[in-house]
């Protein structure tokens, strides 16, 4: 790690988590802990259908079992659409296998199961559309048949202003034509990224009780404030008769976004009078909430003898699935980041469009938009670098991203207008970055040039590659209160999460280090939305430059009064005073007055913040406005079985910027996470959807597959670099940066197989048949064309 500019007594050091003692003593009481007085259990009907009409349901013997509180069908609960969603919240049409149809509120969870398999529903099965390429088609089944088209163009909830005509959503700098003629050669290649299934500890819970005309809904989610919006606009509240606290919500890595169980079970609890708890089975968490969305990519290049990009073209097409909370974002993040800003191109065109299905929905997934499209164009950059006899190192250096290119907020990509800023001066680490991770893996000793394995052991071929990212590290508007207790420790209240990332440390962390306090006598009191400020919450890398900067500008207000007050005490100006150990000391000497002091003497010290707004936030040198990322490296060493067509990932070299460390374990911790899940994703994840009926056929821990410790390299061979220049995000520089080990590892994985076998790999899974089937395809267009 890169030395610190500055020393700090709190931030930079690996402090005990703050929720550690309670997770490992299993005192910590997540939402299936909940046990309230007379508590109702929520259970759902599914489809079995991709796509139906209920023409009738039956659900008098069910109403008629003992035990059974409330059943709700499309026929009795409001005709609303969750989070601006096509579907309602039950509807009298469904549009994927596992869409609810009918909810029971039971005094047991047997009693709620038993009660699903008595109500009959009758349906009348429509046309399906399955394939999303197909779904583009003039003659395709619509999955929406009211919609009148499977290309999405926005809907009177959700406008998407700057699609065109044909529903494709377009970005576009320079001359394209001109580049690729302006280019010595020209690559192009297309490329699948596959779904996956976000795989929290915990299935999606949550219970709901009403105290009178009030409702207090304790939620697994990363976005408390967007599901008080959610049961606000869907039951009619105003927000103050609403109260979301998510403590204790466990990872959802992007997919613990708000769900309409929630909304059902207030629904129920409020028809009962008795709270209700309605927790998913795994089962359930897959087919009925959503996954990671497919793309179908196709990208071009131009380049020069000398290795300059003159032109990249990038086309996707994504699958959504029936639904989406989260229309074109993720989209969006895969056309500005990774296919218009990651590569310095004077030329540059990326487009996209989204293609309903009858399959389960898509949402947010870790990375969110850059993994999916930086999985198909690093491996078509690879291509570009052989098509010249270049380096990829040397490639990837001369091309990537710096201070001062241009770069933009992935939201006006979908509605405009288009106003591009620029990248910060931190991202000129970037070159130093690739080349502290190829020192690192000794790639110069190690790799042997295009074609040629790094070494050959019998049947065993192995290989290196490397891929590159970046991923935004958002600027969100968000509040934070800092209140000193009468002892000199403080309350930092904040709207976000702990999901299981560290944020309730990293905060603690920043506000005793800008207040001058110990780590230990900061209590972060998160996500409960009828004390804490506004914030969205944790999502899209915004937990540092966000939240966390905003209990920043907070804690500077604390010490601003904790300074003007110790300066009656100390007859010193308040700016000859500095904070530090707990005390008010006038620089340079020993004389001070304990914070526990003035707190004592002065009720009651409070600062409130928000963080400074994204397009405020302009570089010095140029005036234009900053946009933050962060950035990742990683190379990867494989070895292919030519035989079984196993791949094993031998070692990985992960390198990061974090702008500035604020907890390095957390961040190696994050580092870790990221890998495995990316590993995951493209050698042992698959998510197999019958291409008849649409139906998941593995939705289970034993079909779908996990990595597992066993299954990555040894800690000796997974090394990290983390490296800072600070940002002008986020405090003390520091940048968001958990998404960003999930964005290089696949595409590095696919190239370090290439350079094993010598045969490019163009399907979403990596896992042997794939491997066996690619060379078989190969030898086959060898023979055909000698």
């Not at 949402?363 to 930086?374: H, T």
């Not at 600027?475 to 976000?496: C, K, T, Y």
């Not at 010193?572 to 004389?591: F, H, M, Q």
Request: charge should be negative.
């Amino acid at each position: 790690m890169q030395a610190m500019t500055k020393a700090f007594s709190v931030l930079g050091r690996s402090v005990p988590r703050k929720d550690a003692l309670e997770k490992v003593t299993g005192a910590a009481r997540y939402i299936p802990d909940i046990q309230l007085p007379n508590m109702l259990h929520a259970k759902f009907l599914r489809s079995p259908h991709a796509h139906a009409k209920v023409t009738n349901i039956d659900t008098s013997a069910a109403e008629a079992l003992p035990g059974v509180r409330c059943v709700l069908t499309h026929r009795n609960v409001p005709k609303v659409h969750p989070h601006r969603k096509f579907e309602f919240l039950l509807g009298e049409t469904v549009h994927h296998p596992g869409a609810e149809v009918a909810a029971v509120a039971a005094q047991t969870e047997d009693i709620a199961e038993a009660a699903l398999e008595l109500i009959e529903v009758e349906y009348e099965v429509l046309p399906a559309i399955i394939d999303f390429e197909k779904a583009m088609g003039p003659d395709a089944p619509l999955a929406y048949q009211e919609y009148g088209t499977n290309i999405f163009r926005g809907t009177k909830l959700v406008a998407i202003p700057r699609l065109e005509e044909d529903g494709w959503l377009r970005l576009e700098v320079g001359d394209i034509e001109r580049g690729f003629a302006d280019a010595d050669r020209v690559v192009e290649g297309t490329n699948y990224s596959p779904m996956q299934y976000n795989c929290s500890p915990l299935p999606r819970s949550t219970v709901c009780e009403w105290m009178g005309h009030k409702l207090i809904c304790w939620a697994d989610t990363q976005l408390p404030l967007y599901l008080l919006r959610d049961l606000s606009q869907s039951l009619g509240l105003p927000q103050s008769d609403v109260r979301v606290i998510a403590n204790y919500a466990v990872g959802g890595y992007g997919g613990k976004t708000p769900e309409k169980i929630a909304t059902l079970s207030a629904i129920m609890a409020k028809r009962t009078g008795r709270p209700v708890k309605a927790v998913f089975s795994r089962a359930e968490d897959f087919i009925g909430t959503h996954r990671r969305y497919d793309y179908k990519n196709h990208n071009k290049i131009g380049v020069k003898k000398d290795g300059t990009i003159t032109a990249i073209h990038s086309r996707i097409i994504a699958n959504w699935g029936a639904d989406t909370a989260v229309p074109y974002i993720g989209q969006t993040i895969s056309i500005l980041g990774a296919c218009s800003t990651l590569y310095r191109s004077p030329n540059n065109k990326a487009e996209t469009v989204g293609v309903l299905t009858n399959i389960l929905d898509y949402g947010a997934m870790n990375g969110f938009g850059d993994p999916e499209a930086l999985y198909a164009l690093e491996r078509v950059v690879d291509e570009a670098a052989e098509a010249i006899d270049m380096d990829p190192v040397a490639f990837r250096r001369k091309n990537c991203m710096r201070y001062g290119d241009r770069a933009m907020v992935n939201a006006q990509v979908a509605t405009g207008p288009i106003e591009w800023g620029i990248v910060g001066p931190d991202l000129d680490i970037f070159p130093e970055l690739i080349e502290k991770c190829a020192e690192k893996a000794g790639w110069k000793d190690t790799w042997k040039g295009w074609r040629t394995p790094v070494a050959v052991d019998g049947v065993r071929r192995r290989g290196i590659g490397i891929a590159i990212g970046t991923h935004h590290t958002e600027n969100w508007p968000s509040s934070a209160i800092v209140e000193m207790n009468q002892d000199g420790s403080a309350n930092v209240l904040s709207g976000a999460v702990e999901i299981g990332q560290g944020y309730a440390t990293a905060i603690s962390q920043v506000v005793a280090e800008v207040i001058g306090i110990r780590y230990e006598d900061v209590n972060p009191i998160l996500a409960d939305t009828n004390v804490t400020p506004a914030t969205i919450g944790n999502v899209a890398s915004t937990g540092v430059s966000s939240p966390i900067n905003a209990a920043r500008v907070a804690a500077e207000g604390v010490k601003a009064q904790l300074l003007n007050l110790a300066a009656e005490r100390l007859n010193a100006p308040a700016d000859e005073l500095e904070a530090r150990d707990g005390s008010i000391y006038v620089k340079g000497t020993a004389n001070s007055v304990p914070i526990a002091d003035i707190c004592f003497t002065n009720w009651q010290i409070t600062g409130t913040g928000n963080n400074p707004p994204a397009h405020l936030i302009k570089d010095k040198k140029t005036g234009e406005v900053i946009h933050a990322y962060a950035a990742a490296v990683t190379i990867a060493e494989v070895e292919v079985d030519l035989e079984t067509g196993l791949v094993d990932v031998i070692r990985i070299t992960s390198a990061h910027d974090t702008g500035r460390t604020i907890n390095p374990v957390i961040v190696e911790n994050h580092i870790d996470l990221g890998l495995t899940m990316a590993a995951g994703w493209v050698r042992s994840e698959e998510y197999v959807v019958d291409s008849n009926t649409g139906v998941m056929m593995n939705p289970n821990f034993v079909d779908y597959k996990l990595m597992t410790f066993l299954d990555m390299p040894t800690r000796e061979n997974t090394q990290k670099i983390i490296m800072e220049k600070p940002s002008a995000h986020g405090p003390f520089g520091a940048k968001g940066m958990s998404e960003t080990p999930m964005i290089a590892l696949a595409p590095a994985i696919a190239n370090a197989i290439y350079n094993a076998i010598g045969v490019r790999m163009h399907s979403g899974s990596l896992m042997p048949a794939n491997i066996l089937k690619a060379m078989k395809e190969s030898k086959l267009a060898t023979a055909r064309s000698g």
